[in-house]
């Protein structure tokens, strides 16, 4: 989650872009979310088991094929 937020601007920096009126909110990702992006799986990790998933996800691009391997427990290739 480090690398991949070094990638975003500061949530503050962007209201300032947006301008006047704009505001930042949190939202909370429901457990039972089906999306396919990073913090929907943190309820089901399982779900990054699919190579096809990870792909999906930017931040898996950063981590070598040992990770995936310890990961999975299987070849990333």
């Known amino acids: 989650m480090e690398t991949e937020a070094r990638r975003y601007p500061a949530i503050a920096t962007l209201v300032r872009a947006l301008g006047e009126g704009s505001e ?3 939202v909370q990702t429901p ?3 089906t999306r396919g992006f990073v913090e929907a799986y943190f ?3 399982e779900g990054l088991l699919d ?3 990870r792909q999906a996800c930017s931040a898996w691009s950063f981590v070598d094929d040992a990770v995936h391997e310890r990961f999975t427990g299987a070849s990333a290739t």
């Open 51 to 53: 190579r096809r998933a």
């Open 24 to 26: 930042a909110e949190r």
């Open 31 to 33: 457990a039972d979310c």
């Open 43 to 45: 309820a089901r990790p």
